[in-house]
């Protein structure tokens, strides 16, 4: 299909003020130009609104909303986004200048594609580990299923199709977007880009980090999943957080040998991160 296909970059923001900018710049001084940024600010208490009408672009469509949290957030955005084409952007993380480009390369005819690439975890500017897949060598479906490799802010779909098939489940906190993957998984259509477009910041405060710290019971309402079978996909384990701990630990040692072979294309990434991430400074504005 045509590369000039429309796109629009949805982002969800809760009080994200250190990050936003430098989450928003990664997107507008993206190769692709023809996208929207919809910025949805759901109800944040910090100068996020005040971060974002600073940059006066003409590419961002900002909406305010009292704090209805991130699922039905996610679903006003979809239902407001100006093109069917969705491309998620969580408010701290940074896109690498080609990513919309490269993306929209791989929409085809069909509406049910759900287009990821892999991603780079990083910690107060420091790579902590890579979220990579071998789909030679892994089923994707399957590895999708059981550890959630997805990074949300790497995705590109048809908000037609999410929202055909319930959109966001707003009865949840936590892993919503995976909770979605899991639904869709046998319909949906999913297109792995095998290149690091994403670095995603870890926090100390993210959503994600405040999930991993509760049981699982905290996320047994999964569309029809119980209990049971979570922690059957999940390899059997007491919780949540010690899932997350072991995959850390594994992706990290992972890491660590991958950059001690690939240690050219390791500084090669701490570089681009260090141009990307201009949390703290002052970056321009906008038009």
């Known amino acids: 299909m045509s590369d000039n296909i429309p796109v629009t970059v949805l982002m969800t923001a809760y009080n994200c003020s250190g990050y936003i900018q430098t989450s928003i710049n990664s997107i507008l001084k993206q190769s692709y130009g023809n996208f929207e940024l919809l910025i949805i600010d759901d109800g944040s208490e910090d100068n996020s609104e005040a971060i974002i009408r600073s940059l006066n672009s003409e590419k961002i469509r900002y909406v305010r909303l009292k704090h209805i949290g991130r699922s039905a957030a996610l679903n006003y955005g979809l239902k407001e986004a100006k093109f069917d084409w969705v491309a998620l952007m969580d408010a701290d993380d940074i896109a690498v200048p080609a990513r919309l480009e490269k993306e929209v390369r791989l929409i085809n005819k069909s509406s049910k594609d759900i287009i990821f690439s892999d991603s ?18 892994e089923d994707l479906k399957r590895k999708i299923e059981l550890r959630g490799h997805i990074c949300n802010s790497s995705v590109l779909y048809n908000r037609n199709f999410i929202m055909e098939n319930g959109g966001y489940n707003e009865n949840l906190d936590y892993f919503v977007d995976y909770e979605l993957w899991v639904r869709l998984l046998n319909i949906g259509n999913f297109v792995h880009l095998n290149e690091l477009l994403i670095f995603m910041r870890i926090r100390d405060n993210s959503l994600s980090k405040k999930a991993a710290e509760g049981p699982i019971t905290k996320i047994s309402v999964f569309s029809g999943m119980n209990k049971p079978m979570v922690e059957k996909r999940l390899g059997i384990i007491g919780s949540i957080r010690e899932y997350l701990f072991r995959k850390k630990v594994k992706l990290k040692v992972k890491y660590f040998w991958w950059k001690f072979w690939n240690f050219k294309a390791h500084r090669e990434l701490t570089r681009k991160l260090e141009e990307l991430d201009q949390s703290g400074t002052v970056l321009h504005k906008w038009r």
């Open 120 to 137: 780079v975890f990083f910690k107060n500017k420091k790579i902590q580990f890579l979220n990579m897949i071998n789909t030679e060598k």
